[in-house]
């Protein structure tokens, strides 16, 4: 994207009292994000849930000396941005309805490899927790699993799991709970660089944002969000990885615990989920392969769409040729990739599903039929 398309982009996430879902709601009634910053307060207001507050924000913001500034670092240490509409955004993310409007990375590494998963666990690990991990992690490398290993570039589990992947030759993602602008802890800065090369640092924040206790909660979502399935390696009865745990089974991805015994503090958390029918019980790799379906040397067979046998205008032809390409989209990315209105959006799918070619999805998502 160029630096014009990016000011924008960074530009609404400034603006006080927008957040993300708000953020994607305007963009989908304007159309474009540039649209946004251009249309009249009297046709923002009439937008459900803006009001004259967010109207008065959007209209007389003063934002644009902080987005270059950051385009400028973007641009000097070679940062690549996401927004939630680009091809190359993280899918599996994308799904999810509080995904960030804007990711920064630095690396390389295919967000949307086929095998992500997610490892977390407590600060305090013991040596049976970083055993459990290294073992896993190479167990998945010497059994053919090419898998992105995420997690948190925190002490104690998560460290170990980005360490174990860059020893077995693995892909790893550290997503970050500030800018990436500084390491945090600065102890793990060496990691990172590694890291860096073999994978990526990836973040929502802006640089010159500080390392603070709400960001690391904030950041959960993206590490349970990014993944096939979360993976927890110890963890007492309350901790962030119980906390990205959840927020995995609220975005109905798979969640593994390994098991301990019922008197020590780090299995508590892990066999409190598994007790609760929260988190699947895991003893090694096989049991999540077989549970993921991660089975080596079967290839897939193809999956061809079938005709459609059915007389469509050119613009319903233009959304089942999106849909064809895209998967399951949400009815607002439709409309924006589509550039038509949400009435005759909304009308088209539902005449699309009333012919057996369009299902509709919970979340107000939308997919071609098998």
Not at 29 to 57: M, R, T
Not at 329 to 336: A, H, K, T
């Amino acid at each position: 994207m160029n630096d014009e398309q990016l000011k924008y982009k960074i530009g609404i996430a400034l603006i006080p009292g927008i957040g993300f879902v708000t953020a994607k709601k305007l963009i989908a009634y304007v159309g474009s994000v540039e649209g946004v910053f251009k249309e009249k307060k009297s046709n923002l207001i009439k937008i459900p849930d803006i009001g004259s507050h967010l109207a008065d924000n959007i209209a007389n913001h003063n934002i644009f000396d902080r987005v270059e500034q950051e385009i400028k670092f973007i641009n000097q240490y070679n940062i690549k941005p996401f927004f939630y509409l680009d091809n190359d955004y993280p899918q599996r993310l994308i799904n999810c309805y509080d995904a960030p409007l804007l990711l920064f990375s630095k690396g390389d590494v295919n967000f949307n490899q086929s095998k992500v998963i997610s490892i977390v666990g407590t600060r305090n690990a013991t040596e049976r927790g970083r055993d459990i991990c290294n073992e896993l992690i190479k167990d998945l490398n010497d059994n053919g699993h090419n898998a992105i290993i995420v997690s948190g570039l925190a002490y104690g589990i998560d460290i170990v799991s980005h360490k174990a992947a860059l020893k077995n030759n693995l892909k790893t993602i550290a997503v970050l709970g500030h800018g990436l602008d500084r390491i945090y802890p600065s102890s793990h800065k060496k990691i990172a660089k590694d890291i860096i090369s073999q994978g990526a640092l990836l973040t929502e924040f802006l640089s010159d944002t500080n390392p603070d206790r709400a960001n690391f909660v904030k950041r959960n979502r993206i590490i349970a969000g990014l993944s096939d399935a979360t993976i927890v390696i110890e963890s007492a009865a309350k901790g962030g990885s119980l906390i990205t745990a959840d927020i995995a089974n609220s975005y109905n991805r798979d969640v593994f615990a390994f098991p301990g015994r019922v008197n020590d503090k780090y299995s508590v958390g892990c066999n409190k989920f598994i007790k609760s029918n929260r988190a699947a019980l895991i003893e090694n790799f096989k049991d999540l392969e077989y549970i993921l379906g991660w089975e080596v040397g079967e290839a897939k067979p193809n999956v061809i769409q079938k005709k459609l046998f059915v007389n469509l205008t050119d613009d319903e032809k233009n959304i089942v040729d999106f849909l064809k390409e895209n998967d399951k989209q949400s009815i607002d990315v439709i409309c924006i990739k589509t550039q038509f209105p949400m009435s005759k959006v909304s009308a088209m799918l539902l005449n699309l599903e009333f012919s057996g070619i369009v299902k509709s999805l919970p979340g107000k998502y939308y997919a071609l039929c098998n």
